[in-house]
Each structure stands twice: as structure tokens, then as C-alpha cells.
């Protein structure tokens, strides 16, 4: 029996790597999603409600979570931001055609630059690129999750003279949603 979500991501997608996103770095964040999505009673194939600049509805599919994964990720809090990075890292791939170019540096105010999917990365340094910031909540309702993204957009003020647009994406695991929100 199919899905009636037209848009679907496979957290498994990233232990292939992304792009400029090691397999490694992709595993992490993929096993993180699921601990975090499992911890908060979800199974593969939940539906993240995704509000803000995006109204849609994301199914998500992830692996087993392992008794060997819980162990790995004890730290609900590094889960949480991890699993949100790899998240944030597919549905926006989805929802903009806007894929990891480069994580960038502390101090910045974001986490990852995004360009274009069909662009080769040595093509002029920040032309078509945007700013991605990243936060991920374990349990909270929509107000927590409004005034994280609400930090989040401030943070992203330390970049702003560059003119580069910016997203944060907020992801909360308990209902499971997100909120994505573009700074210009």
C-alpha cells in the first residue's frame, strides 16, 4: 500500500554522503534522527508537518534504531541537534533544490552553506549560495519551537552584512514538525 505524501526523504539517503557531506558525517546525522524520532515513540514512514515560508507535510523513513544506536547518542540534546541538521539537510535539498555545499565556520551565526544542486562548487564563491542554521528541539510545543527560530534568525545577524540570504530550520521530534523560515 502507497504513501499519500507526495514528498518523502530517506534519513538513509545521507550514509551515502551528500554532496560536500562525508557518508560518515551523513551516518551520524542519520542515526541521531532516528534515535531522536524513536525516543519520542515515532517509527519510520512519521510525517513531519513542516510550517513557516513551506506548508507540507514530509514523510520520513529511517533505519531500525539498534539497542547499539541508543548508546551511542545518550545525549538527548546532541541527538536532537544532530538528527535536526540531517533533516533540515534533506528537506531542504527537497523543498529549494539547495544541497551542502560547505559547513561553515564557527562565529558565523550558521551552520552549512547551500547552493544550487546542479552547480560545481568552484563556480563564483557565494553566487546562488544561502546561509542554513539548524536547531533541533526533543519535545516542545509550537511557541518553543517559534522562539527558538526566532534566536536562531538573530544569530544569523553575525553574517548579515554579507547579503546573502539566510533559512533556520527548527526541528522538533516530539509531534514530529518543523518550522523553515528565510531571512533576506
Known amino acids: 500500500m502507497g504513501s499519500n505524501y507526495s514528498r518523502k526523504i530517506n534519513l538513509g539517503d545521507l550514509c551515502e554522503g551528500i554532496r560536500n557531506l562525508t557518508a560518515a558525517r551523513g551516518a551520524g546525522f542519520c542515526e541521531a534522527a532516528a534515535v531522536s524520532l524513536d525516543r519520542q515513540g515515532h517509527t519510520s514512514g512519521v510525517v513531519i508537518s513542516v510550517t513557516g515560508d513551506f506548508s507540507e507535510e514530509i514523510e520520513v523513513s529511517y533505519p531500525v534504531v539498534t539497542d547499539k544506536m541508543l548508546k ?10 544532530d538528527g535536526a541538521s540531517g533533516i533540515a539537510i534533506l528537506m531542504m535539498r527537497d523543498l529549494t533544490n539547495l544541497t551542502v555545499v560547505e559547513r561553515s565556520v ?37 511557541a518553543d519551537v517559534r522562539r527558538r527560530v526566532e534566536q536562531k534568525l538573530t544569530q544569523t545577524g553575525q553574517s548579515d552584512d554579507w547579503g546573502l540570504d539566510a ?15 528565510m531571512k533576506k
Do not use: H
Open 72 to 81: 551511542s547518542w545518550t545525549d538527548d540534546r546532541e541527538a536532537a541537534d
Open 106 to 142: 564557527t562565529g558565523t551565526g550558521f551552520d552549512y552553506w547551500l547552493g544550487p544542486e546542479d552547480k560545481e562548487d568552484d563556480e563564483l564563491i557565494f553566487q546562488d549560495k544561502v546561509r542554513l542554521e539548524v536547531s533541533g528541539i526533543n519535545r516542545g510545543s509550537m
Open 167 to 181: 533559512y533556520v530550520v527548527v526541528v522538533e521530534f516530539g509531534k514530529p514538525c518543523s518550522q523553515v523560515m
